[in-house]
């Protein structure tokens, strides 16, 4: 684990070597609205490092700021509040420099949730070779928002708060940047299929049925004018497949990767 500093900001990243001798680009994994590095891990381990194994693929992992061991945001619920843009920003501004810094050209983006609609808009308009999303966000819905309700009340007198705070150098910084934007009437215009529309590489978008924060429309919706896209509902799965269902997730993106890769 590093820290990297990318336009004055310090992240933490953790680079996954390869296990094979293939020239293949790495899988750089977007983390989820409340999550960092350390929250990819599952009961078996690490699930990067796992599908880095399964694709001989080398990894990049990276918490945003203010997650993980990453530079907190300063006055978080003031004027360090994020803007309901955040993720546009991340795609477009934070995401190339950090590729840029690291030396990597058209990545295959995975990401889970918040980090679902990252990989969505940066490969609206950077190369990448493909995109995997799983429960991404590409518009609001009322099931998202009543669900984000029932976290606040989970993390002022539920518990969550304690279960994250070991994922998390400032875990009030994590759950409030992510909560506040989320709950403000400004974010329910937040609405990037029109984004998606132009993306040109692969999409593999998977989506639990038993998620409660969104339905089979996130993903039904990402629509590429282009590009071409498969969409896998995962049964028995909530929010997020790669914990509820990684063996099966696993192996539906290794294939992907075997079937898009030149």
Same mark, same amino acid.
């Given at each position: 684990?590093?820290?990297?500093?990318?336009?004055?900001?310090?992240?933490?990243?953790?680079?996954?070597?390869?296990?094979?001798?293939?020239?293949?680009?790495?899988?750089?994994?977007?983390?989820?609205?409340?999550?960092?590095?350390?929250?990819?891990?599952?009961?078996?381990?690490?699930?990067?490092?796992?599908?880095?194994?399964?694709?001989?693929?080398?990894?990049?992992?990276?918490?945003?700021?203010?997650?993980?061991?990453?530079?907190?945001?300063?006055?978080?619920?003031?004027?360090?509040?994020?803007?309901?843009?955040?993720?546009?920003?991340?795609?477009?501004?934070?995401?190339?420099?950090?590729?840029?810094?690291?030396?990597?050209?058209?990545?295959?983006?995975?990401?889970?949730?918040?980090?679902?609609?990252?990989?969505?808009?940066?490969?609206?308009?950077?190369?990448?070779? /493909?995109?995997?999303?799983?429960?991404?966000?590409?518009?609001?819905?009322?099931?998202?928002?009543?669900?984000?309700?029932?976290?606040?009340? /989970?993390?002022?007198?539920?518990?969550?708060?304690?279960?994250?705070?070991?994922?998390?150098?400032?875990?009030?910084?994590?759950?409030?940047?992510?909560?506040?934007?989320?709950?403000?009437?400004?974010?329910?215009?937040?609405?990037?299929?029109?984004?998606?529309?132009?993306?040109?590489?692969?999409?593999? /978008?998977?989506?639990?049925?038993?998620?409660?924060?969104?339905?089979?429309?996130?993903?039904?919706?990402?629509?590429?004018?282009?590009?071409?896209?498969?969409?896998?509902?995962? /049964?028995?799965?909530?929010?997020?497949?790669?914990?509820?269902?990684?063996?099966?997730?696993?192996?539906?993106?290794?294939?992907?990767?075997?079937?898009?890769?030149?």
């Amino acid at each position: 684990m590093e820290l990297i500093n990318v336009k004055g900001v310090r992240l933490e990243v953790q680079l996954i070597p390869c296990t094979t001798s293939a020239a293949a680009p790495p899988i750089v994994f977007l983390h989820e609205g409340l999550g960092s590095v350390a929250m990819w891990q599952g009961r078996e381990g690490s699930w990067p490092q796992a599908l880095c194994a399964a694709t001989g693929r080398s990894g990049i992992v990276y918490s945003r700021r203010g997650y993980g061991q990453s530079d907190p945001v300063p006055d978080v619920r003031g004027t360090g509040r994020l803007r309901p843009d955040y993720m546009h920003h991340e795609a477009w501004d934070v995401l190339p420099a950090l590729l840029e810094q690291l030396g990597v050209s058209r990545p295959v983006l995975l990401g889970h949730s918040d980090g679902g609609s990252i990989a969505l808009l940066h490969a609206s308009r950077h190369p990448v070779q /493909a995109c995997i999303v799983m429960a991404p966000h590409v518009m609001v819905e009322d099931v998202s928002i009543r669900s984000i309700e029932q976290a606040r009340t /989970a993390f002022e007198s539920g518990g969550l708060r304690e279960r994250l705070a070991r994922y998390h150098a400032d875990v009030d910084t994590a759950f409030w940047q992510w909560n506040d934007v989320w709950l403000s009437s400004a974010f329910r215009a937040f609405d990037i299929r029109e984004d998606c529309r132009r993306i040109t590489a692969p999409v593999l /978008a998977l989506q639990g049925v038993d998620d409660a924060y969104g339905t089979m429309r996130q993903i039904e919706e990402i629509a590429p004018t282009q590009g071409p896209l498969q969409l896998q509902a995962i /049964a028995a799965c909530g929010h997020s497949p790669h914990r509820d269902q990684p063996a099966q997730v696993t192996d539906l993106i290794a294939r992907f990767l075997r079937q898009i890769s030149p």
